[in-house]
């Protein structure tokens, strides 16, 4: 009987130090888990942030559009070598406004590589003006009166278009 108790407790004893074992394992892997699902939600915490920071690039870019304005039709080089003048001369003709204070434009220019032959189409020209009202009643004027007829050619001036929302942040 003495033997069977020996053999038992030393049985006991290694048992334990096995499960003593699997303590530290267990604490070890718990340890490991904390750490990850801590960078896991610090990853979630910039992502969100990145993806506020996107709508708000996004929206901020499309707030410093709102005053611009295409027009369309304008034979190319009949601008000549200042756009902006170009546009406040030919604008009020068109469109019968008498803009008070006078048209004010920030930057003005044509989209695209210059056109050499006559017979393609002309170039779109981009302008910024300086005052959001002003941009407001050209639109609506060539709303009213679409579009403008010249010498040979039609005028349409339009809002330019707000950028598309990408899927920048979600992993595209």
Known sequence: MDTAITSL???????????AGFQSRVTGVEHRMATMEDHVHTDLDKDQELLFFCSKLIDLEDMSRRDNICLFGFPEHAEGIDTCSFLCSVLPKFT???????????????????????????????????????????????????PFKTAGSEIRITATSPRKPTNAGRGS
């Open 96 to 146: 019968g406004i008498v803009f008070e204070p006078p048209l004010e434009f920030q930057r003005a220019h044509r989209l695209g590589p210059k056109r050499k032959d006559e017979t393609s189409k002309p170039c779109p020209i981009i302008a910024c003006l300086l005052r959001h009202e002003q941009v407001r009643k050209l639109l609506s004027a060539s709303r009213t009166h679409r």
């Open 9 to 19: 407790m030393t049985e006991t004893k290694s048992m334990r130090l096995e499960i």
